[in-house]
Each structure stands twice: as structure tokens, then as C-alpha cells.
């Protein structure tokens, strides 16, 4: 049975603070309950939730993940960068054109994010969380096509994007050139298993699809590190997790 997405992880160096921000951004809840950092979780039963882990690495370098938020009209354009400045992030100069439409801003930790003007259609209908835009390859997105069974929904000169059967935010990776990996990535996948899989069944399913095992060994919550084709850390969760 294949894994879902469960969760893109932050590590934080401040959990609470940052998710924080980001649940007053997205109008997300937090998780009741123990659990392992800070938790929030989407409106609606589907898609993944946000967990902020706390890490003492520093930030090196730009992130290869960003989410980019969508935009009905120019004025909640303007609502969502009011708002994301109000609860603690800032405008953040990567290089784009004066043109260019969409902001690109930082959250309180300098996690790059960006609001995308609307009318985009590539991102219509995908909810306020349009994308995941990833730096990779055309092979990682075609690995993670079949670690999610999630098909592609572009894929044209070496870009590609998938997204769930069910709809929802899109993850899309660039192509060439990929900017080189500085550290351990600050935002990384945490897959969950169906209750009742087999874990080292659907380990060998995404050795066999490309992935690495690190060697570091599962920690205390049975979470499995490992490593994607382009090298970014992802997580496989052993024990089966109840529905939200």
C-alpha cells in the first residue's frame, strides 16, 4: 500500500513562533494533543498538515521549497501581503523583475513564500496553497509521481508538477539548472503508511523508485530518514497515524 503525504515539515528554530505565523496566515488550526513540535492542520479532511520541528542548524542559503499562495483579485493580493507582514514577515528581493506580478515575501525565519496576482491558471482551483514550487529535476518529479501515485499534471521541457487525484495545492519542480544543496533542507516531506502496511515493503517500493535509505536509522517516533534522487530529505512515519 502505497504512503501518503502527511505533513511538510519547517525546521524551526522557534516551532511555536512559526507556526505561529503561518496558522494566522493560512487560518489553519493548531492540532490538539501531544506531539513531537508545533502541528497545524488545513480547514477540511483532506491534504497534508504543517508540523514545525525544532532545530538548532542554522540557515544556509535559500530554501529549495516555497509555497506559493493564490489570489482571487488584486485586493486579496494585497490583504494576504498586509496580513503576512502584520504577523511578523517581510518583502524579500530574489531577483525579480520590477514586471513581475507576484510578491515574494519571508517569514519570520526567512522562509521564502510567495502571493501569486491573480488570474494565474495554472493554479486555478487549487485552493489558497496553489503550489509547492520546488528546485529539481525532471527525475524527481517523476519519482515522486510514483511515491505518491499522485499523476503528473505538467510536464514540458523539463518541468514538471503533480497533484493528488483529488485536487488541491500542486508540488512543482523547475528543472535545470538546480540550485545546489547548501545543508539539510528546512522544509522536507513526512509521509505517513495506511494502517496494517507493510513499512520495509514500501521502504524497498521508494528504493526501487530511486530513493536512498541515509543509514541514520528510524528515531523514537519510528520516523525512517531518507533521501529523494536529487538528494532532499524526506520522512517515512512507521507506525500507522489515526485520521485527523
Given at each position: 500500500m502505497t504512503s501518503r503525504l502527511f505533513a511538510i515539515c519547517f525546521n524551526a528554530a522557534r516551532p511555536a513562533d512559526l507556526a505561529r505565523f503561518w496558522s494566522g496566515l493560512l487560518g489553519w488550526e493548531p492540532a490538539d494533543g501531544p506531539d513531537h513540535g508545533v502541528t497545524i492542520l488545513p480547514p477540511d479532511t483532506g491534504g497534508f498538515r504543517m508540523r514545525f520541528l525544532p532545530s538548532r542548524e542554522p540557515r544556509t542559503g535559500r530554501n529549495r521549497a516555497h509555497f506559493d499562495l493564490t489570489s482571487a483579485s488584486p485586493e486579496q493580493q494585497r490583504r494576504t501581503v498586509a496580513r503576512a507582514l502584520e504577523l511578523g514577515g517581510k518583502h524579500l528581493d530574489v531577483g525579480q523583475l520590477p514586471e513581475e506580478e507576484h510578491v515574494v515575501l519571508a517569514d519570520p525565519e526567512g522562509n521564502e513564500f510567495c502571493v501569486i496576482e491573480a488570474g494565474n491558471t495554472f493554479l486555478s482551483g487549487t485552493?489558497?496553497?496553489?503550489?509547492?514550487?520546488?528546485?529539481?529535476?525532471?527525475?524527481?518529479?517523476?519519482?515522486?509521481?510514483?511515491?505518491?501515485?499522485?499523476?503528473?499534471?505538467?510536464?514540458q521541457d523539463q518541468e514538471t508538477a503533480i497533484q493528488s487525484p483529488d485536487g488541491g495545492t500542486k508540488i512543482t519542480w523547475g528543472g535545470p539548472p538546480v540550485a545546489p544543496k547548501t545543508g539539510a533542507n528546512r522544509l522536507y516531506f513526512e509521509l505517513a503508511l495506511p494502517v496494517g502496511a507493510d513499512r520495509e515493503a514500501e521502504i524497498g517500493r521508494l528504493v526501487s523508485l530511486g530513493a536512498t535509505r541515509t543509514g541514520a536509522g528510524g528515531d523514537d517516533g519510528g520516523r525512517e530518514p531518507m533521501l529523494d534522487p536529487d538528494g532532499n530529505e524526506f520522512v517515512v512515519q512507521g507506525p500507522p497515524v489515526s485520521a485527523k
Open positions: 485552493g489558497f496553497i496553489g503550489a509547492l514550487a520546488c528546485d529539481g529535476t525532471r527525475q524527481v518529479g517523476l519519482f515522486w509521481s510514483e511515491a505518491l501515485r499522485w499523476p503528473l499534471v505538467w510536464d
